[in-house]
């Protein structure tokens, strides 16, 4: 129900955007969020953006990345820019059918719903 595109290779200090279109339900009154997973670890919590108000993002993306939503195309996206090596990685949408709170956000067993991931390779 979830689809992500927009992963691609990039040289560092670029830009990406990331998109994630959902069918089925609405998800306006949901929390959208993306993680990342590099390298087999487990998924790494990137940010999230809480229905109405409230967006987090983890300290190594904050001020280059940025969640933003478009309810009316049920869609929401991940602009990364100045881009490095480090945040090569395979990027997963996600949504949670609650609206979350703040210390819920960066675990991936609040989301109920996942994309199939989306590949970003960034190069020195």
């Known amino acids: 129900q979830l689809q992500a595109s927009g992963g691609g290779l990039v040289q560092a200090g670029g830009s990406l955007r990331l998109s994630c279109a959902a069918s089925g339900r609405p998800f306006s009154s949901y929390t959208v969020a993306w993680f990342r997973r590099n390298l087999g670890k487990e998924r790494d919590f990137v940010g999230a953006?809480?229905?109405?108000?409230?967006?987090y993002y983890a300290d190594s993306v904050k001020g280059r990345f940025t969640i933003s939503r478009d309810n009316a195309k049920n869609t929401f996206y991940l602009q990364m820019n100045n881009l490095k090596p480090e945040d090569t990685a395979v990027y997963y949408c996600?949504?949670?059918?609650?609206?979350?709170?703040?210390?819920?956000?960066?675990?991936?067993?609040?989301?109920?719903?996942w994309g199939q991931g989306t590949e970003v390779t960034v190069s020195s």
């Open positions: 996600a949504v949670s059918l609650r609206n979350l709170i703040y210390s819920s956000l960066g675990s991936t067993m609040n989301y109920d719903y």
């Open positions: 953006r809480r229905s109405g108000s409230g967006t």
